[in-house]
């Protein structure tokens, strides 16, 4: 079954920067969209961002694009989250999450169906 395990998350200082990891298994990792989601303390989770199967083509929102960098490593199976210039509104629970299918572009968030346990990103202020 398909497996999602985030990490890098912790306390940060408002104004740094941080990467998330996502370690995948359970399916063909290279040929799955990968995106991120985040739950804010008291809202809905949101997708922040996909990037396509290969790595090549990457969607944030334009509100997300200036901080915010996915990437992927498909020879290590494992997703990624850059942010630059946190701040406390980014304070959430980040979700990495798998397309439901292969070869997926990753852009649309109502094609994810799988999540992982998420990890908890503070930032002070």
Do not use: H
């Not at 395990?5 to 990467?19: F, K, M, P, T």
């Not at 901080?67 to 304070?91: G, H, M, P, Q, V």
């Amino acid at each position: 079954q398909v497996q999602l395990a985030e990490s890098g998350g912790g306390l940060v200082q408002a104004g740094g920067s941080l990467e998330l990891s996502c370690t995948a298994s359970g399916f063909t990792f290279s040929t799955r969209g990968m995106g991120w989601f985040r739950q804010a303390p008291g809202k809905e989770r949101n997708f922040i961002g996909g990037i396509d199967w290969s790595g090549r083509t990457s969607y944030l929102p334009d509100s997300l694009k200036g901080r915010f960098t996915i990437s992927r490593d498909n020879a290590k199976k494992t997703l990624y989250l850059k942010i630059d210039s946190l701040k406390a509104e980014d304070t959430a629970v980040y979700y990495c999450a798998a397309d439901r299918w292969p070869n997926g572009l990753g852009r649309d968030p109502r094609t994810y169906g799988y999540w992982g346990q998420g990890t908890q990103v503070t930032v002070s202020s």
